[in-house]
């Protein structure tokens, strides 16, 4: 029963935000979420974890604030570069170690650097990931972090390690 639920609600959220907020919408989803659930239940291999709502209420409150805001600083320093040839620039690959422990937070992590104008995500291993960045400040991996992804991962950590 569990399964049929947490597939239907799954079904349902998928249909809405394809299908709009039209009550006839959203008594068609709801009756076909829930038909299709109990056919495909069988066959069907997940689970639905109730504290998901809770990460992704996170994740759209209190993350995508942050990446806003640290995109919006990236691309005024890129801007005033490109407007400024005279300002340094120092290119360089640099090691960022992570607190960031799933793989989906350091996925997450990574894609917000690569989005962020003047970063580009090259590798990630278990302990650190492994950015092209157009202008290196620091001498050590830690500095890095401290300018790179820091104001990332406080909120990263929370919602991804377990």
Do not use: C
Not at 47 to 74: H, R
Not at 134 to 151: F, L, P
Request: hydrophobic share 50%; glycine share 4%.
């Amino acid at each position: 029963m569990k399964k049929i639920i947490s597939l239907s609600l799954v079904m349902f959220i998928i249909w809405v935000l394809m299908a709009g907020f039209n009550v006839q919408e959203v008594i068609v989803g709801a009756a076909v979420s829930i038909i299709l659930s109990v056919i495909l239940s069988n066959y069907v291999q997940m689970s639905f974890k109730w504290n998901i709502i809770i990460k992704l209420l996170m994740f759209i409150l209190m993350y995508i604030p942050i990446l806003i805001i640290e995109l919006i600083k990236a691309n005024l320093d890129v801007a005033k570069r490109v407007l400024n040839p005279n300002l340094p620039i120092n290119p360089g690959i640099v090691k960022v170690p992570t607190k960031v422990k799933s793989d989906l937070g350091k996925l997450t992590l990574a894609n917000s650097i690569t989005l962020t104008p003047g970063t580009i995500s090259i590798d990630a291993d278990v302990e650190n990931v492994y950015i092209h960045w157009i202008d290196v400040k620091g001498e050590t991996a830690e500095e890095h972090q401290k300018h790179i992804s820091s104001s990332f991962e406080g909120v990263l950590g929370r919602i991804f390690n377990d």
